[in-house]
């Protein structure tokens, strides 16, 4: 038996290959119940083999309230809790290289600078520091700068191109690295801005959030903020997208993360629901496909980030209310903290196997994901992609979120129905939101 190599073998690399094979659908009748039966083996074995949780690391003594990973390294991670002790970690080995008690008080925000070779702290004990990276403990326990502000600072974040970080407090104010009094400060009717942001590719957009259930966003080329969104209730972190310089998100004390295009902001493009308390932090994936929460029901999620919905929830008998969220750099891990005192350290997709692959398995894997992507909409497939076991807790509040939600759309729709034609204003389910825009 042979075969003529003319027939399979492409003439030139930019070919497109030729298949051995005659894919006339009426030659293969039953084709499409077979991929259907391969597809719900693939979802269904995705469910057996998803165990997330990797490991912990373990060596506070009070909550985890603030992380900080290295734009420089894969392996680093700073730890901040609640006693003021910031430690260093090796991921990989899941170890602690260095811990120094660096703040009286919790400590607010840990940031690296743009190199990755020192970082930042601030506290409740009004002082801002500055630390070397390194692993060398005598080195590591004595702060190159330190800076005693007047007030409290709630929150730090270095610029990613410039030797220039900002702090929050009473109002945002800009810092160079070279001197100990802000270059410039922004504030827009609140006592306190709560979190900031720079964003990742337009380096000198700033984004906050304050008090007074404000979002604002600045430009640190100018004098004053730009523009103010008003939401119903205070956000507690901020997001950039790092793909999509115009996206933002915001974690809002109403259980939702409610996702922005800066260049309109009277409403949200996504709202992600799905939490039953309020949601303490966020953060996207370097990718910036999905975004991470944590949240005060002791949960967290993983959006995709143009759905609603999530598509995970990690959540362990242990664990307490999750004070913060971060995606690794490699997109691989979730990383959180939370109040019992442990960071743990999950994989972004549960089912998803470590170490190297053989390429038959590589292979195999992709096959897999291409049979759920095909037959994602068919019920049975979809019923057991979408099942996760939660807390009874959980389970009970977010059952009675939905009844509230319900009620409230039909007791809407009976008002519109039975009111003169106009006299009723139809506002979109993403602007209810929404209080005020300020320019």
């Known amino acids: 038996m042979s075969r003529n190599p003319a027939d399979y073998v492409r003439e030139r690399t930019s070919d497109i290959h030729k298949l051995p094979r005659n894919l006339d659908p009426a030659l293969h009748p039953f084709e499409a119940p077979r991929e259907y039966t391969l597809a719900s083996n693939a979802v269904k074995l995705e469910r057996v083999f998803a165990k997330p949780f990797v490991g912990s690391l373990e060596g506070h003594t009070d ?29 990989p080995r899941r170890e602690q290289l260095c811990s120094i008690n660096a703040h009286s008080g ?9 190199t990755g070779d020192s970082f930042y702290s601030v506290g409740d004990d009004k002082i801002i520091k500055k630390w070397r990276n390194t692993t060398d403990s005598d080195l590591f326990s004595e702060s190159i700068n330190t800076i005693i502000h007047k007030n409290i ?47 990742n590719i337009e380096t000198h957009l700033l984004a906050a959030t304050s008090s007074d259930r404000g979002i604002f966003l600045c430009d640190i080329r100018g004098g004053a903020p730009l523009r103010k969104v008003i939401l119903k209730m205070k956000s507690n972190a901020i997001a950039w997208n790092p793909m999509e310089a115009f996206i933002f998100s915001a974690a809002n004390e109403d259980s939702n993360v409610y996702t922005f295009d800066m260049r309109r902001i009277d409403m949200p493009v996504n709202v992600h629901v799905d ?43 242990r664990m307490q209310r999750v004070f913060c969220a971060k995606f690794s750099a490699d997109s691989k891990f979730v990383l959180s903290g939370s109040d019992e005192t442990n960071i743990r350290i999950w994989k972004a997709h549960a089912s998803e196997q470590l170490g190297p692959l053989a390429p038959r398995q590589r292979a195999a894997a992709m096959y897999n994901e291409k049979l759920k992507e095909k037959f994602q909409h068919h019920p049975q497939i ?39 034609p106009g006299a009723v204003k139809h506002v979109p389910e993403r602007k209810k939101s929404i209080v005020s825009v300020q320019k």
Not at 291 to 312: A, M, N, Q
């Open 106 to 114: 919790f400590v607010r925000g840990l940031c690296f600078d743009v």
């Open 382 to 420: 979809k019923r057991i992609m979408r099942h996760r076991h939660l807390p009874k807790f959980i389970y009970k509040a977010r059952k009675q979120k939905r009844e509230h939600s319900e009620s409230t759309r039909r007791k809407q729709r009976n008002i519109e129905l039975h009111s003169k």
């Open 153 to 199: 600072i709630t929150g730090i974040d270095h610029n990613w191109a410039e030797s220039k970080f900002a702090t929050c407090g009473e109002k945002v104010e800009i810092w160079d690295e070279e001197k100990a009094v802000p270059i410039r400060t922004f504030t827009w009717g609140s006592d306190t801005v709560t979190s900031l942001k720079f964003n």
């Open 63 to 91: 909550g985890v309230n603030c992380l900080a990973r290295n734009p420089r390294s894969l392996s680093l991670l700073l730890s901040g809790s609640c006693d003021g002790c910031v430690k260093l970690w090796n991921l």
């Open 275 to 317: 939490h039953v308390a309020a949601v303490l932090d966020v953060d996207y994936a370097p990718t910036g496909q999905e975004l991470v929460t944590g949240s005060f029901d002791k949960t967290i999620r993983i959006f995709p980030r143009d759905r609603g919905h999530s598509r995970e929830v990690y959540h362990t008998k």
